[in-house]
C-alpha cells in the first residue's frame, strides 16, 4: 500500500492544520494507523495512533491539542493539529502496520512560527 501525506504549511504559533494521509487501497479498519513526527536532528516520535474498537493514543505533547481520525470510506488517516506551538514544526510522517511490514508516507512539513 502507498500512502501520500499532505497539508502541512507554515502556521503561526496558536494556529490550526490539518494533515490527510491518502492509502493507495483500503485498509482495514483494524489495522493501526499512526502519525509520527521528526524534527531536525533528533529522533522520529510517535504523535498519535489510531484502530477500530479502541480508543486513540496521542504522546503527552500533543494531548489535548491534536485529534486523529479516519475516513475508511476515504481510505484516509488525518491528523487535526490545533493550538499549534514552535515545538511542533517537524516533517509529519503517517503509518500503517502492515502484517509483515509497515508502510510509511512520505511526509509532509509542518512549520509553526513564534
Known amino acids: 500500500v502507498q500512502l501520500q501525506a499532505s497539508g502541512g504549511g507554515l502556521v503561526q504559533a496558536g494556529g490550526s492544520l490539518r494533515l490527510s494521509c491518502a492509502a493507495s487501497?483500503?485498509?482495514?479498519?483494524?489495522?493501526?494507523m499512526s502519525w509520527y513526527r521528526q524534527a531536525p536532528g533528533k529522533q522520529r516520535e510517535f504523535v498519535a495512533s489510531?484502530?477500530?474498537?479502541?480508543?486513540?493514543r496521542y504522546a503527552d505533547s500533543v494531548q489535548g491539542r491534536f485529534t486523529i481520525s479516519r475516513d475508511n470510506a476515504k481510505n484516509t488517516l488525518y491528523l487535526q493539529m490545533n493550538s499549534l506551538k514552535p515545538e511542533d514544526t517537524a516533517v509529519y510522517y503517517c503509518?500503517?502496520?502492515?502484517?509483515?511490514?509497515?508502510?510509511w508516507g512520505q511526509g509532509t512539513q509542518v512549520t509553526v512560527s513564534s
Open positions: 503509518k500503517a502496520n502492515g502484517q509483515s511490514e509497515d508502510y
Open positions: 487501497r483500503t485498509i482495514h479498519s483494524s489495522v493501526i
Open positions: 489510531i484502530r477500530s474498537g479502541r480508543s486513540p
